[in-house]
């Protein structure tokens, strides 16, 4: 029996090297950890400020009056299973012990109502992103180009920082709870800056935003695909890492988001913004094939260092897609967001204004695309997205509660 009223809590399981520890040594480990954070136990199978337990131990058996290892329960509680099956699906409990694997326990136990999900922070004074709860409300992450040469808004944002308060605000207002900043336009063939024009062009707007109080809840988020400059944005007050190429065009920028600690948006791309458009072939498939060459980037964030909750997906619409392309994805997002490896994550999705909208639309000036926009974001929150990218936050605000109201149920 459980103590079942108690506040929500957060459940992770984790692989750790143990082979300089015997079983009872680890429980002693444990312990001490548990102590250290200031463990309270009031009830048994109660609540309590922060429990560990020991799941497994190699491939070993063990038990004794304080410790059983497999953990007796561990097949009977979702909130262990569900974060076991991130890390080892098919694996199995020792041999002569319970058959079928991880995966195969987690798919016959009733599930939790309301459903568990997973949690990904993003800003320390807002509710974290569960991409498994039915009802959370989809993001609004507001497009702030900082650069002279974006396809939509180019030369719009690029001034003295402190003209930019009413906009920002107006996106606040609006129901933006994320302001991603850039430096460096990644449309087909722009010019690249130097790492020091770009921090030159975000780094003053994010000093100021976060030397005012009334900035203190909204996230920002920085948009680049170098470390160094991910590095001094998020020394500086931003919180999110949104890069466009997912560490693949700065080997440093996946180990550099792991010593940071942030959230890290993970984007589908092929190549670089000069020839990404003519990488569209996809032999295999093109959901197959996305899903495939994210994951891999999943694994190597995870490889550098970076822990599963702090990474975000996006399918990259308009890179290295062609217009067939951008829709099949939007058309099956929720066939990507279960995708085996990919279940579980939030998701971003961003077609604001972009060039398939427009050659569908027959809207040339992107600036004037937010009726097509608005499709999209539609599409996208019904397909499962968490966080919308949008230049128009007023209009698209609107789109995304009514979009909420229908599909957030």
């Known amino acids: 029996m459980y103590v079942e009223n108690q506040d929500t809590f957060l459940n992770a399981v984790c692989q750790v090297n143990a082979d300089n520890y015997a079983p009872q040594q680890l429980l002693q480990a444990v312990k001490t950890i548990e102590s250290r954070l200031g463990r309270q136990k009031t009830i048994e199978k109660g609540p309590r400020n922060v429990d560990l337990d020991i799941l497994l131990h190699k491939n070993n058996v063990f038990d004794e009056e304080n410790l059983s290892i497999p953990h007796k329960l561990m097949l009977e509680r979702e909130f262990v299973l569900r974060p076991l099956c991130d890390l080892i699906p098919d694996e199995t409990l020792p041999s002569g012990m319970t058959a079928g694997s991880f995966r195969d326990h987690l798919a016959v136990l009733p599930r939790s109502v309301p459903p568990l999900s997973s949690s990904t922070p993003f800003h320390p004074s807002l509710p974290p992103l569960t ?77 100021l935003l976060r030397s005012m109080p009334e900035f203190a809840n909204i996230a920002l988020s920085v948009d680049t695909y170098r470390a160094s400059v991910a590095a001094a944005a998020i020394t500086a007050g931003a919180n999110i890492i949104n890069d466009v190429s997912a560490g693949t065009l700065d080997p440093e920028m996946l180990p550099t988001a792991a010593k940071l600690g942030c959230t890290i948006i993970l984007m589908h791309m092929r190549g670089t913004p000069n020839t990404m458009t003519k990488l569209t072939s996809y032999p295999d498939g093109l959901l197959p094939t996305v899903a495939s060459e994210l994951l891999a980037r999943v694994h190597a964030a995870e490889e550098a260092g970076i822990f599963r909750w702090r990474i975000i997906l996006d399918p990259g ?28 994550f939030p998701w971003l999705v961003g077609a604001s204004r972009k060039g398939f909208i427009g050659k569908i639309t027959g809207v040339k000036e992107a600036s004037q695309r937010v009726w097509g926009t608005a499709a999209t974001v539609a599409a996208a929150i019904q397909g499962g997205a968490d966080v919308v990218r949008v230049h128009d936050v007023t209009e698209m605000a609107q789109v995304a509660k009514m979009a909420d109201a229908v599909w957030r149920v």
């Open 317 to 344: 619409i308009g890179f290295a897609k062609n217009e067939a392309q951008n829709l099949e994805l939007l058309r099956r997002l929720v066939e990507l967001r279960e995708w085996e490896g990919l279940h579980g």
């Open 131 to 207: 991409p498994l709860s039915s009802k959370r409300p989809t993001h609004l992450m507001a497009i702030l180009n900082l650069t002279p040469d974006s396809f939509s808004d180019g030369g719009v944002h690029s001034c003295e920082p402190s003209s930019l308060l009413p906009t920002i605000r107006s996106m606040m207002a609006s129901g933006a709870t994320i302001l991603d900043l850039g430096g460096q336009s990644t449309r087909p063939h722009a010019p690249e800056v130097s790492p020091e024009e770009e921090l030159s062009r975000i780094l003053p707007t994010i000093q």
